[in-house]
């Protein structure tokens, strides 16, 4: 709205004929481009608002104690109840527990999700499969 | 405030809004942003804006002189003594401490050990940064390349901006200042720009260089002794590429913000670890400062003017002081030393190819090609592990720590503690970004500017959100803070 009004006063201003064709053209684009932008940073932060509220709640928790921050810190806490409550934090939860378990993955169990990268191990190595082989195979289930 | 914030972001939503609402007066814009740009900065301690100004202030008065001055000798007089001024405070705040400690141990060495005034000094963020670009105003003034700038508002912009303030790029003057002069612009292809690194820098950062600093770099070089040889090599790779990311994340997200705010900055990063030479490795690392101390330091030294034996001298010493720029240590000594000693070598091992055996005219066989793609990948091999080796001494809190490093080489029975599948696989993927195209981001960039805003919303909004859910928990301060 703001933009609007001050394209407007500036048009008036200067008039049409003080400006050429191109520097109106480019005053024109940015004009929609800042109007994009600026809707596309809300809507980011309202989905990060509702889907990452967590975070929310680690910044207000940063803040120093005081009337105006406490007010500020219980409504994060609520704010963030609420969109657990409704299932919105379950997402980020599942991709965090996802990526726990990627990262506690050992070499021996990446072998054993991926069959063909432990039949080519073998078969570079000139040696049995680890599962044609009792011994190993009982191993796997130790090493990390 | 760092990039990777809650707070970044809401004081970003407010700059834009603010510094775009404000363009039909571009004075204002610019004191907005000038005045953001103080904020940005004094988050971390608001003493040390006083700093900012006074090295702002040099610059600012040694241009208006040279704009004044015609006599040769007085020109020269008035940048010497900027650049000096300019040297002493960060000589001050950077080696002031590095220098007494030296000093003690080299009286000690003689059995002359003195009570030396020794001070606590913090070390003002980015101070390298700011320092570099005022004497870079200073003697693009001196050299005509710029004018001398009238407004103050502008130097301190120019020196002050806040995407670029405390870790760079290093930017110009002559690149900066013109933008400043004209009408602010936005487009599409700014906006496109901007997402495409902002999201690039983030991932980089908060994924990649957080996962492998504190899965493997940091226990492997806190104590070298403990771990075997395989997590020691997977460990100097995951250094190299968590610096990478690091600071090649921070420089695309510098860089993005600068372009949604309507400035263009140049590249900082392209690609370094496929570089075939380690002469080509510094084309592409760190650009704005290789090309800094080419422009200031190696050519006034006399560059390649004065025959082999002084452009040999001259290439020690810039990357010498290269080294030294890093930090105030003597492990950061030697990596500048050992990579200006390689580029030397270098350079005259390919002067005497060229000379006892140059390359064939005419056009090239099916071997001849292969010979050349054999060639061109030893190469990218022998430079990336040179530079890991050097990245080694630059990691290492000590020259105990660095030669420990290198002596656990030797041990090569022992299992893997640190180098999980998702840690290599994290390097593996960082390096084959390094062979993709060079302008997938440009590709990327053209390819959503067009989306409608919801989407582009989604893109980002959505792009945002799963970084943060991907990512270890906590923040982690960018490397080159400390420089």
Redesign the interface.
């Known amino acids: 709205m703001l933009d609007l009004l001050q394209d407007f006063e500036t048009e008036v201003e200067g008039g049409w004929e003080a400006a050429s064709k191109a520097e109106l053209h480019q005053a024109e684009e940015t004009r929609r481009a800042v109007a994009r932008f600026t809707r596309v940073m809300w809507l980011s932060a309202f989905l990060l608002l509702f889907f990452n509220s967590a975070q929310l709640v680690t910044y207000v928790n940063g803040f120093e104690v005081g009337p105006v921050q406490d007010t500020v810190v219980a409504l994060g806490h609520t704010w963030d109840g609420q969109m657990r409550k409704n299932g919105l934090t379950e997402p980020v939860a599942a991709i965090r527990a996802e990526m726990d378990e990627l990262r506690a993955m050992g070499w021996e169990e990446l072998r054993a999700e991926f069959p063909a990268m432990e039949r080519a191990i073998a078969a570079f190595r000139g040696q049995p499969r680890v599962d044609d082989d009792p011994l190993r195979s009982g191993l796997r289930d130790t090493q990390g | 405030m760092l990039f990777p914030?809650?707070?970044f972001?809401i004081f970003f939503?407010i700059v834009?809004?603010v510094s775009?609402?404000l363009?039909?007066t571009p004075g204002f814009r610019k004191l907005a942003l000038l005045a953001a740009s103080y904020v940005f900065y004094g988050w971390w301690d608001w003493r040390f804006t006083g700093l900012l100004f006074a090295a702002t202030m040099i610059a600012y008065l040694a241009g208006l002189g040279l704009e004044r001055a015609e006599r040769p000798a007085l020109r020269k007089w008035i940048v010497g003594v900027a650049v000096a001024g300019s040297l002493v405070i960060l000589g001050f705040f950077k080696y002031y401490g590095f220098f007494l400690t030296s000093l003690a141990t080299l009286l000690d060495g003689f059995g002359l050990a003195r009570d030396l005034p020794f001070m606590q000094i913090i070390l003002p963020v980015g101070i390298s940064f700011f320092t570099f670009q005022g004497i870079s105003y200073v003697v693009d003034v001196y050299r005509g390349h710029v004018r001398a700038e009238r407004s103050l508002a502008d130097v301190m912009l120019y020196i002050s901006f806040f995407p670029q303030l405390v870790a760079g790029p290093i930017v110009r003057a002559a690149d900066f200042l013109p933008q400043l002069h004209e009408?602010?612009?936005?487009?599409?292809e700014?906006?496109g720009v901007?997402?495409v690194l902002i999201l690039s820098g983030l991932f980089k950062k908060m994924v990649i260089a957080n996962?492998l600093a504190t899965?493997i770099a940091d226990p492997v070089f806190f104590d070298p002794s403990v771990v075997g040889a395989g997590d020691l090599l997977i460990g100097v790779y995951a250094y190299a590429v968590q610096i990478y990311c690091d600071f090649s994340g921070y420089s695309d997200i510098a860089i993005g913000v600068a372009a949604?705010l309507?400035y263009r900055f140049l590249e900082n990063f392209n690609q370094p670890y496929r570089a075939a030479s380690l002469q080509d490795f510094w084309r592409r690392w760190h650009i704005s400062l290789s090309s800094w101390l080419r422009d200031y330091l190696y050519i006034p030294l006399g560059g390649s003017r004065h025959g082999e034996k002084a452009t040999y001298r001259n290439l020690f010493l810039t990357m010498f002081l290269g080294g030294l720029w890093h930090g105030a240590a003597w492990t950061f000594v030697f990596w500048g030393t050992a990579h200006g000693l390689m580029l030397g070598l270098e350079r005259f091992v390919k002067s005497r190819i060229e000379r006892y055996a140059p390359a064939q005219a005419g056009p090239r066989g099916v071997a001849g090609m292969l010979g050349d793609g054999a060639q061109h990948i030893v190469g990218v091999m022998w430079t990336f592990h040179f530079v890991c080796f050097t990245w080694i001494f630059f990691r290492a809190d000590t020259f105990g720590t660095a030669w420990t490093y290198l002596a656990g080489f030797g041990h090569w029975g022992e299992p893997?503690q640190y180098a999980?599948?998702?840690l290599t696989g994290l390097i593996v993927l960082a390096m084959i970004f390094q062979f993709t195209p060079g302008n997938l981001g440009r590709w990327l960039a053209q390819g959503i500017k067009h989306l409608p805003?919801?989407l582009?919303?989604?893109l980002?909004?959505?792009g945002?959100?799963?970084i943060?859910?991907?990512a270890p928990a906590g923040v982690a301060p960018f490397i080159y803070f400390q420089f």
């Open positions: 914030t809650l707070e972001g939503l834009f809004t775009w609402s363009r039909w009408t602010p612009r936005l487009t599409r700014h906006l901007g997402t996962y899965g949604l309507g893997l999980t599948p998702f805003s919801p582009l919303a989604l980002l909004g959505g945002i959100w799963i943060w859910a991907i």
